[in-house]
């Protein structure tokens, strides 16, 4: 099993659609887990960090399952804007953070 | 703005020559990380740097590829002996503790012809 796996997508969802990726991942004691945005030849950036009891900011919706061993992330009333890829992130064994390859998003008008 | 930092942002080498790639951490961030990332690819983790210290180069080609961080000036990722292969975005990020958030720096595109 990859230590961190993402469904590649892409993704096309129309404008004002809901939508939710999962990220899995193999190490039980991995500790930190965030969200990064990419969008095409740019860096990535953080879009939020992913705390147990879940958290939301705005549109976005973070949560954990320790006991599946997965992330989601959701995205409400989706916006134009939000076409770009989302990377998964977890700190691994010895404190290693690995990058998922990412879900390609794209939102249609 | 005390963001990441990397210079140059386009670097053009041709086989057999060095690159140099700098990166100048966060304000206050003492933790360096090298990715690279090919065309239509993920970032692949290269090397996590300390002041002066090397925590984990398991990324790291074995041959032509080296990374410092001295106690004073950028972090630098080098690679001898450019080859095409090495075309990619070479990207840096910088965080507090290890396992916190990084933060990334623009990025060096490294096209070697």
């Known amino acids: 099993r990859k230590e961190v796996e993402q469904d590649p997508g892409p993704f096309n969802v129309p404008e004002g659609a809901t939508v939710a990726f999962n990220c899995t991942y193999s190490?039980?004691?991995?500790?930190?887990f965030f969200w990064y945005r990419q969008d095409c030849r740019k860096e990535p950036k953080l879009l939020m960090s992913?705390?147990?009891s879940g958290n939301e900011d705005g549109r976005f919706t973070a949560q954990l399952n320790r006991a599946s061993q997965y992330i989601s992330l959701l995205i409400r009333d989706s916006k134009l804007s939000d076409s770009a890829t989302y990377l998964c992130?977890?700190?691994?064994?010895?404190?290693?953070?690995?990058f998922g390859k990412g879900t390609r998003l794209h939102i249609l008008p | 703005n005390a963001g990441v930092m990397q210079n140059p942002r386009h670097l053009v080498r041709r086989r057999g020559q060095e690159a140099r790639l700098r990166c100048s951490p966060m304000?206050?961030?003492?933790?360096v990380y090298w990715y690279r990332q090919l065309p239509e690819e993920g970032l692949k983790f290269m090397v996590y740097?300390?002041?002066?210290?090397?925590?984990?180069e398991s990324g790291m080609p074995k041959e032509r590829f080296s990374a410092e961080f001295p106690k004073e000036g950028p972090s630098i990722l080098r690679i001898q002996q450019v080859v095409r292969g090495d075309s990619a975005a070479y990207f840096c990020?910088?965080?507090?503790?290890?396992?916190?958030?990084?933060?990334f720096g623009p990025g060096t595109r490294l096209t070697v012809l």
């Open positions: 990020a910088s965080s507090l503790p290890v396992g916190d958030e990084q933060f």
């Open positions: 190490n039980s004691a991995s500790q930190s």
């Open positions: 992913v705390y147990s």
């Open positions: 992130v977890v700190n691994s064994r010895d404190d290693k953070i690995i």
């Open positions: 304000k206050g961030h003492s933790h």
């Open positions: 740097l300390q002041k002066e210290n090397i925590i984990d």
